[in-house]
């Protein structure tokens, strides 16, 4: 059996409880191709949030900013933890249909010169 590729995601929320747990669920039941490791960044929800998320994910890794650092500093926060070849940055509205996760990582394999992709969303 060959080694399945590193992948990791970050995925801020807000004040997302419902959809974050969605959300997780749908990258953990899609993505088999890979070894997933997930991260949610919280940006001072009050809402239960991380709580809700480390109740029903208990390997998702939970960082409480305190307040709304914004997308892209939320994103940050998970980048001295990574040991993944890929990372990808997910939305918590974003659900899963299909394994779009090891596909993305699979293409990025097999064409090292590409080094940004993003799926194609519908709906």
């Known amino acids: 059996m060959s080694e399945?590729?590193?992948v990791s995601g970050t995925v801020v929320t807000y004040h997302n409880r419902d959809e974050i747990l969605g959300c997780l669920?749908?990258?953990?039941?899609?993505?088999?191709?890979?070894?997933?490791s997930l991260y949610v960044s919280d940006n001072g929800s009050d809402n239960g949030t991380p709580a809700a998320v480390r109740t029903a994910f208990p390997d998702v890794t939970v960082f409480e900013n305190g307040e709304n650092l914004g997308?892209?500093?939320?994103?940050?926060?998970?980048?001295?933890?990574?040991?993944?070849?890929?990372?990808v940055m997910v939305n918590p509205?974003?659900?899963?249909?299909?394994?779009?996760?090891?596909?993305?990582a699979a293409y990025m394999e097999?064409?090292?010169e590409v080094g940004l992709m993003m799926p194609d969303i519908r709906y």
């Open 4 to 6: 399945r590729i590193p």
């Open 25 to 36: 669920s749908s990258l953990k039941e899609q993505t088999k191709g890979v070894e997933l």
């Open 71 to 87: 997308f892209g500093a939320g994103h940050n926060k998970a980048i001295p933890y990574l040991s993944s070849r890929y990372h």
């Open 93 to 104: 509205d974003i659900t899963l249909t299909e394994d779009a996760v090891s596909a993305m």
């Open 110 to 112: 097999a064409h090292p």
